[in-house]
């Protein structure tokens, strides 16, 4: 990936918003670091999974979560406060070139001297929805690469809505859910997924296993089955969470083993329960927020080029596919980022 431009800024003013760090408690020491710049949102993700051989920012890092969290891995002499505002001022330097690129300028309405001067009157709204930036941290061989991620940007019900909020027993406790439609036509294709997701749901697979389970069905005033309500999975943004076109050359090959482990154990677990994946290709894996694959359709089938077509719905083809997957996923080495900030290990 070539470098980002840099653009001069008129004026950088970036400040951590300390009191909200999220950190995923049940994933390890992943977590997002928010920071304000000249009236935009960064939401900074971190994690040492985007860290490839990079032993002193890998420490820097989990010294900061340390900090945050006020326990473990510090010395008795370390101050906690320090080592965040170390942390901090360091993250700041390595995404200057974002900041300058996303947020060269301090808007009027955010603007120090035109607010003293009576020039320009902020908005509570302004500053409670500013403009949001997605951003990744990665290191390769303790050099620091700053990522952004841009979002695509679409109008409300654009496209037909997949999430959706449901009272599934009626307690008025609102369940958020995928909704998959089957149209028209489509009915035998929708006989076959029910008929798999109820194999699932009778099954013994047990409950903690990253699958796609059916939650619900949704008719029609002809009482016609319209879709199915699934299990919601929270994707990353990058190609919408599909395993299949995520940019390998930019993913750390240890989080790419990760995923291929996290798979290969959902299908045990599947196949212990005794149900079948099927279709087993890339295309229906995916990867939520916290970078755990999931693996989701269960209407049987094969992809060519994944699983032959002799072995389809069985638990050989299973395996075939997860062993392409495998490959598909590990193929490629890991390219960093350029950056113009190097780790100053002096300081550590």
């Given at each position: 990936?070539s470098?980002?431009p840099?653009?001069k800024?008129?004026?950088?003013?970036a400040?951590?918003m300390r009191?909200?760090?999220?950190?995923h408690?049940?994933t390890?020491d992943?977590?997002?670091?928010?920071?304000?710049c000249?009236?935009r949102?960064?939401h900074?993700?971190?994690?040492?999974?985007?860290f490839?051989?990079?032993p002193?920012i890998?420490s820097?890092?989990?010294?900061?979560?340390?900090?945050?969290?006020?326990?473990?891995?510090l010395?008795?002499?370390?101050?906690?406060?320090d080592?965040?505002?170390?942390?901090?001022?360091?993250?700041?330097?390595v995404?200057?070139?974002i900041f300058?690129k996303?947020?060269?300028d301090v808007?009027?309405?955010f603007d120090?001297d035109?607010?003293?001067r009576g020039?320009?009157?902020p908005?509570?709204?302004?500053?409670?929805?500013?403009?949001?930036?997605?951003?990744?941290l990665?290191a390769?061989?303790?050099?620091?690469f700053?990522i952004?991620m841009?979002d695509?940007e679409?109008?409300?019900?654009?496209?037909k809505p997949?999430r959706v909020?449901?009272?599934?027993?009626?307690?008025?406790?609102?369940?958020t859910?995928f909704?998959k439609?089957?149209?028209a036509?489509?009915f035998?294709?929708?006989?076959?997924?029910?008929?798999?997701?109820?194999?699932?749901?009778?099954?013994?697979?047990a409950?903690e296993?990253?699958v796609?389970r059916?939650?619900?069905?949704?008719?029609?005033?002809?009482?016609?089955?319209?879709g199915?309500?699934?299990?919601?999975?929270?994707?990353?943004?990058?190609n919408?969470?599909?395993?299949d076109?995520?940019?390998?050359?930019?993913?750390p090959i240890?989080?790419?083993e990760?995923w291929?482990?996290?798979?290969?154990?959902?299908?045990q677990?599947?196949?212990v329960g005794?149900?079948?994946?099927?279709d087993?290709?890339?295309?229906n894996v995916l990867?939520d927020?916290?970078?755990?694959?999931?693996?989701i359709?269960f209407g049987?089938?094969?992809?060519?080029?994944?699983?032959d077509?002799?072995?389809?719905?069985?638990?050989?083809?299973d395996?075939q596919?997860?062993?392409?997957i495998a490959e598909y996923?590990?193929?490629?080495?890991?390219e960093s980022a350029?950056?113009?900030?190097e780790f100053d290990?002096k300081?550590e």
């Amino acid at each position: 990936m070539s470098s980002l431009p840099t653009v001069k800024a008129g004026r950088i003013l970036a400040k951590p918003m300390r009191g909200s760090v999220h950190i995923h408690y049940d994933t390890g020491d992943d977590c997002v670091v928010f920071i304000r710049c000249n009236g935009r949102e960064f939401h900074i993700q971190l994690s040492p999974f985007f860290f490839s051989d990079s032993p002193l920012i890998t420490s820097r890092y989990l010294k900061f979560i340390a900090a945050l969290r006020d326990r473990g891995r510090l010395e008795e002499d370390e101050d906690p406060e320090d080592i965040k505002a170390r942390f901090y001022d360091w993250l700041m330097a390595v995404f200057e070139p974002i900041f300058s690129k996303l947020a060269p300028d301090v808007p009027p309405f955010f603007d120090p001297d035109m607010i003293k001067r009576g020039e320009a009157k902020p908005l509570l709204s302004e500053y409670l929805f500013p403009e949001v930036h997605w951003c990744r941290l990665e290191a390769e061989n303790d050099k620091p690469f700053p990522i952004h991620m841009p979002d695509e940007e679409k109008q409300a019900l654009d496209d037909k809505p997949t999430r959706v909020l449901v009272d599934l027993d009626g307690s008025g406790n609102m369940t958020t859910c995928f909704f998959k439609e089957f149209g028209a036509g489509a009915f035998m294709a929708l006989e076959k997924e029910l008929e798999a997701h109820l194999r699932l749901l009778k099954s013994d697979v047990a409950l903690e296993a990253r699958v796609a389970r059916l939650l619900g069905v949704v008719a029609a005033e002809d009482d016609r089955l319209a879709g199915i309500l699934l299990t919601y999975v929270n994707c990353r943004r990058e190609n919408d969470g599909i395993l299949d076109g995520i940019y390998r050359r930019r993913t750390p090959i240890a989080l790419r083993e990760r995923w291929v482990s996290q798979i290969r154990e959902a299908v045990q677990q599947l196949h212990v329960g005794g149900v079948i994946w099927g279709d087993a290709t890339a295309d229906n894996v995916l990867i939520d927020k916290n970078n755990d694959a999931w693996l989701i359709d269960f209407g049987g089938g094969h992809t060519e080029g994944w699983v032959d077509k002799e072995k389809a719905d069985t638990e050989e083809g299973d395996l075939q596919g997860v062993e392409r997957i495998a490959e598909y996923l590990l193929s490629e080495e890991y390219e960093s980022a350029s950056s113009d900030y190097e780790f100053d290990s002096k300081s550590e």
